[in-house]
């Protein structure tokens, strides 16, 4: 069994930071990737930033230059850390892991994380 568990979230006022982190345990045998997604009231979830287990990293438009995502392998734990905050950006914001339980596994399989809510005043 796999655990996503996110952390970090908040009420901030437009400008300001905030970091979120999140640890995956359990029966896990490789990450491959690990992301944020996020969703508004209304909208669909939408890939806000990932990163692999080599380093390379993609970001939704919307937050480049603002957003940084990191990942610590050893502790298969995902940061996103969150700059100049705006309105825009309230959601609730998911993790996600991309892995394999066991090294037979056919292929990856995408776990969530219960979700952590972001909310930016203006």
């Known amino acids: 069994q796999v655990q996503l568990v996110e952390s970090g979230g908040g009420l901030v006022q437009a400008g300001g930071s905030l970091r979120l982190a999140c640890s995956a345990s359990?029966?896990?045998?490789?990450?491959?990737?690990m992301g944020w997604y996020r969703q508004a009231p209304g909208k669909q979830r939408e890939l806000v930033a990932d990163?692999?287990?080599?380093?390379?990293?993609n970001y939704a438009d919307s937050v480049k230059g603002r957003f940084t995502i990191s990942r610590d392998n050893a502790k298969n734990t995902v940061y996103l850390q969150m700059n100049s905050l705006q309105p825009e950006d309230t959601a609730v914001y998911y993790c996600?892991?991309?892995?394999?339980?066991?090294?037979?596994?056919?292929?990856?399989?995408?776990?969530w994380g219960q979700g952590t809510q972001v909310t930016v005043s203006s």
């Open positions: 996600n892991g991309n892995l394999k339980t066991t090294a037979w596994d056919w292929g990856y399989r995408d776990y």
């Open positions: 359990g029966s896990i045998f490789q990450i491959l990737v």
């Open positions: 990163v692999t287990s080599g380093g390379s990293s």
